[in-house]
């Protein structure tokens, strides 16, 4: 007999323990697929001698498949459960996982954005339902404390798929472009068609996983988490459309949850984008450096994005989380700003300390917007929030045309700065709100 009950609203009397571990478990292997990212754009910028604007593409593919699949994970969400939707999307990983190894046989750039787009279509069903899903297994009270401790582990995936990709992807010896310098036409074919085999290794280990982690999604029992809807009442309760016109209108009419929309969208644009020319940075500002090496600093960006959210953690049980997240947002401000007006190797350290600034970021920004609309358009609302991360398929590009255009990197990253600065301003207004529901 389970110990907890759910209640008309969706959450329930206690947390479900192993349940909540296996949902947990989702988020790490995201972050997984989001720091290989980060590794093949360095990794095909030198391969397929690619302009930085195209080398971002990755990102673009990447966050077009969440952008564009989130909506129909809300459906299979709402008609269906959390549950399948998990299914659906470890599906969708899998298959774009074996696109992979096609993809370095055929040592084709789009092939290789083709299987990265079908990983990100899996991925949006497996944020849309586990985000949302993390912050109803439990009392509602604690909502917002589980979906930060869900995204805890999401640094754990960015260290592993970091580490992969330095250990697996990138290679001993001089940097690639180096390497490619001294040889013939000849040879490097033949070492662009080497370096893409190397792609492959990680994708093998990441589609074991997940196809354990898809048997154990079938056989354990999970609840459903659904509100309890009176059909026959007049109250914003009522069943509603998902994606109707009258949904939109009404998640666009709630200003605290519109704000946290265009939040998310910077959020992630922001943060993708500085995660992925960190390594870039890196060899510009160090030409004696190999790929191995900058790699070091995705390392050191990752562990200190964890140690930033396990201290947000800490003091969102203790001061509110508006105010937490403005302080935060202010540092990541200085952090960056140091970047753009300082031109030596130390940037890399404030770029490394950014990430500590972003560490509670995401969910922060997920639960309190989800809190500000009502049960029913839960899941609309939570696909709105997915598809507001195509932010990162935007900004990564539009760096990589400011650095193509000005040729001096650390300079443009004024665009992220600018970024965590409307950040900042979203956190602001959001203490301000909280002081007149009077709620710090």
Known sequence: MAKWKQLSNGYLTSTPIMQFILMTMLFPLWSIANALNDVLITQFKSVFELSNFASALVQSAFFGGYFIMAIPAAMLMKKKSYVSAILAGLIFYIIGCILFFPA??????NMFLVAIF???????????SANTYSTLLGPEKYSTFRINLSQTFTPIGNICGILLGKYLIFQEGDSLSTKMAQMSTEQIHAFRLDMLQYTLTPYKIIVCILLVLFLLFVFVKFPKCKPIINANNNSEEKPVKLFSLNTIKYMFSVKRFRRGLLAMFLYNGMQTAIWSFTIRLALSMDASINERTAA???IASFIIFFVGRILASALLSKISSSKVLWWYSLC??????????IPNFSVMYAVVLSSACMGPGYPTIYAK????????????????????????AIFPAILGLAIDITGIMHIAFIIPLICFA???????TEIQEDRKLGTI
Do not use: D, K
């Open 104 to 109: 370095s046989h055929m040592a084709t750039y």
């Open 118 to 128: 079908a990983i990100a279509l899996g991925l949006s069903f497996l944020e849309t």
């Open 296 to 298: 070091n600093y995705m």
């Open 332 to 341: 990541g401000c200085l952090c960056l700003a140091y970047v753009v007006f």
């Open 369 to 392: 917007s989800l809190q500000n609309v009502a049960p029913s358009y839960r899941e609309a609302a939570a696909a709105a929030m997915v598809m507001s991360i195509i932010g990162g």
């Open 422 to 428: 409307v950040i900042a301003w979203f956190f602001y």
